[in-house]
């Protein structure tokens, strides 16, 4: 806390007041960041930097924010970085009057792209001196970037790299500065370092999401008593601010509608400005894995509780505003889609735009609205639906859906939409009611329609058997098993974002096993043998490593696929090898441990195994079990296009399936239950 109060002097001295925020004082406080692990010095570093763009330019707080979360916009507005490795390899050389020979070999020998731009900048003499880039400058550049395509859209990237690349500074600021040994040395405020990590979409700095927000909202409430009082906030105000500004931004993760309202009204009556709107979506609430109804049963001891069926399709938010309602659908989302009734939109697990995937169910969605329903959000998943048979499809069928551009009336995988939440209804968020009223009114506001939309299957019951035949019942509907929910009180609301402990899956297959399957990121691959040549036969697959950033090997896997699968596979990831394993990836050093192609990672696919072993091999959860987990006969189950690589299971939950799996072993019951 001590670190955090202090404001300190200025972390960067030279801009004035009204400057737009140089890029060198965001690099500044980026690289003050790397050369620490410990959490409070880099929310300190964050916060003393904000605090200076609140005091001198408070008008670009926004692009700093976003940029220090290593973003373009929210995840809604669609645009994303992630250059691949060879674009940015030409542009550094073509910039730099290097050739493409020697930044390869640079890369081989560092393994860090940032670093090579970092060292081919410094090595190049300058004639003058370029206008220093400006935060806004290098935000808008990105943005060209991330946007450009159509035909010679690759080309046109090397050219907005290689402009943004000259303009950065030619120093190479590491500690010494000269002959210093570039590969162990994290390179110093670079300009050029940090811009080509941006454009591969990976800051690497260990600064997590929500230690911004916390900087942020601490920035704010310390910069806010400053302008009051002349003085620093207390440890109080400094707390409720961070309380507020979490809570707000659960419901409206959108840093575009926030930063103006908490500059304007102050960070303590953000509530009168900010809350859950359609056309804004939220992080949905997940759940946790159990092993048994038993399980359940000892968790929700004494609650009430319900037991619905958990669907296997997609998860879809649905946004919708009326044109009679008083209020408006927000703008911030891009395409929403007008219908004679009003504007909604579809929003997927990662808040992605669906609503080209599913244009029939908004055209449908009017149709299922009780009158009175005005404008609602709503929590769903979309299964493929059999509509000769009348019944579930599996996840596979939905899977060969188009997922852009598809015509209502050319649609060929029919859906059925199953709502199993209400958390916005009538100019009235709901997330903080309990699940019973939530449900309550979810059946009023909705008529259901057979095949198009329906009210998620359910059964209010704490008896053993009963669970036990829902659980059958709910696998004979083709689902993938139970969702228990609580029903009553402060527990049973809704926790954007949050693995909750009062939603818990029991998935028929968890019955013997783990406990849940894995979502893995493919690192590598091996080439096949036998009938296996011409793709690749098996891949290294990796967690993820949330607190280092880092992706940590787990397993080898060649089980589960088809040929035509393999043969897919092979296709979609020849065009993201890259020649060295990348810096964030954790992997054995063993001569026999290497795969033949390392990929960038890209591909998230649920995994199944049998257990989990300690194995010096792999990495997975290393730092918290002493050796790395490594999968016992993994298989591979599906695609989970719906989940970017840093959503891939977590290392901290591999340590936790393995603990729990340890402890139900010596017979002592499953590990006490800490939030993952
Ligand atoms: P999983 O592989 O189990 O889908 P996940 O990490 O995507 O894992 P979980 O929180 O583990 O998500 O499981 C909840 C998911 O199950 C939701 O994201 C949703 O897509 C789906 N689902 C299906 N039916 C329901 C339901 N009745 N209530 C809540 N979620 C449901």
Redesign the pocket.
């Known amino acids: 806390q001590s670190v955090l109060k202090g404001s300190g002097k200025d972390p960067y001295p030279d801009w004035k007041a009204g400057d737009p925020v140089p890029f060198a004082a965001l690099c500044t406080t980026y690289s003050k960041i790397e050369m620490t692990t410990k959490r409070l010095e880099i929310s300190a570093h964050c916060s003393k930097f904000l605090q200076q763009v609140l005091r001198l330019t408070p008008d670009d707080l926004q692009v700093v924010v976003l940029l220090m979360i290593n973003k373009l916009a929210a995840d809604y507005v669609g645009i994303e970085l992630g250059i691949g490795e060879s674009l940015i390899m030409k542009a550094i050389g073509e910039s730099t009057g290097r050739s493409l020979a020697i930044i390869k070999a640079d890369q081989k020998d560092i393994g860090d792209l940032g670093l090579v731009a970092a060292k081919s900048r410094s090595n190049q003499p300058t004639m003058f001196k370029p206008k220093p880039l400006t935060v806004r400058g290098v935000q808008e550049s990105l943005m060209t970037i991330a946007q450009t395509e159509g035909k010679g859209a690759q080309e046109r990237k090397v050219g907005g790299i290689k402009k943004l690349l000259s303009a950065a500074d030619t120093q190479f600021a590491g500690k010494g500065s000269k002959g210093i040994d570039i590969t162990k040395d994290k390179g110093g405020p670079s300009e050029s370092k940090f811009i080509v990590r941006m454009l591969e979409g990976k800051l690497r700095l260990g600064l997590a999401e929500k230690s911004v927000l916390v900087a942020l909202s601490n920035a704010v409430v310390m910069h806010e008593s400053k302008v009051k009082t002349g003085k620093d906030a207390s440890g109080q105000k400094i707390a409720e601010g961070e309380r507020m500004l979490k809570s707000i931004y659960s419901e409206l993760p959108s840093y575009e509608v926030i930063i103006p309202e908490m500059l304007k009204h102050g960070i303590m009556k953000l509530r009168d400005h900010c809350n859950l709107r359609p056309g804004v979506p939220l992080k949905?609430?997940?759940?946790?894995?159990t092993k048994s109804i038993t399980e359940v049963l000892d968790r929700f001891e004494g609650k009430d509780f319900t037991c619905?069926?958990?669907?296997?399709?997609?998860?879809?938010q649905i946004h919708y505003v009326s044109k009679d309602a008083d209020e408006v659908f927000a703008t911030a989302a891009p395409s929403a889609g007008k219908s004679e009734g009003g504007v909604s939109n579809i929003f997927s697990?990662n808040s992605e735009d669906l609503s080209k995937k599913y244009p029939d169910i908004l055209q449908r969605l009017p149709a299922w609205v009780k009158p009175g329903t005005k404008s609602f959000v709503l929590?769903?998943?979309t299964v493929a639906w059999d509509v000769k048979e009348k019944k579930v499809l599996p996840f596979q069928q939905l899977m060969t859906r188009k997922r852009k551009d598809v015509k209502a009336e050319e649609v060929t995988v029919q859906v059925c939409v199953?709502a199993?939440?209400l958390l916005y209804l009538n100019g009235e968020a709901l997330v903080n009611k309990s699940f019973r009223e939530r449900r309550e009114a979810l059946r009023g506001a909705f008529n259901e329609t057979e095949g198009e939309f329906k009210l998620?299957q359910?059964g209010n019951t704490n008896e053993l058997e009963e669970i036990q035949i829902l659980l059958e019942d709910s696998v004979k509907a083709s689902?993938?098993g139970?969702?228990v929910?609580m029903l009553d009180g402060p527990e049973s609301s809704y926790e954007p974002s949050k693995?909750s402990q009062n939603?818990l899956?029991v998935?028929k297959d968890y019955l013997s096993g783990v406990g849940?399957?894995l979502?893995l990121v493919v690192l590598g691959a091996y080439f096949g043998k036998g009938k296996r040549t011409s793709w690749y036969g098996a891949f290294l697959l990796a967690c993820y490593n949330t607190n280092k950033q880092t992706y940590e090997t787990v397993c080898n896997i060649g089980t589960g696929f088809s040929e035509a699968i393999l043969e897919e596979f092979h296709t979609k990831l020849s065009e993201n090898t890259i020649d060295h394993p990348k810096p964030f990836y954790s992997h054995s050093a063993g001569n026999k441990d290497q795969p033949d192609v390392w990929f960038e990672p890209k591909f998230v696919w649920?995994v199944k195994t049998a257990d989990l072993t300690l194995s010096p091999r792999y990495k997975a959860a290393a730092d918290q079990l002493g050796k790395g987990v490594s999968l016992r006969f993994p298989r591979f189950i599906k695609v989970?296009e719906?989940?970017k690589p840093d959503?891939a299971t977590s290392s901290r939950q591999i340590a936790e399936m393995y603990q729990r799996q340890e402890s139900v072993a010596k017979n002592k019951g499953p590990a006490a239950d800490d939030d993952f």
């Not at 949905?284 to 894995?289: Q, S």
């Not at 619905?308 to 879809?316: L, T």
């Open positions: 949905p609430m997940l759940a946790k894995p619905e069926y958990k669907y296997d399709g997609e998860r879809a697990r929590d769903c998943e199953f199993f939440d998620a359910y689902c993938e139970l969702m929910k693995r939603w899956k998935k849940d399957s979502d649920e989970r719906d989940k959503q």
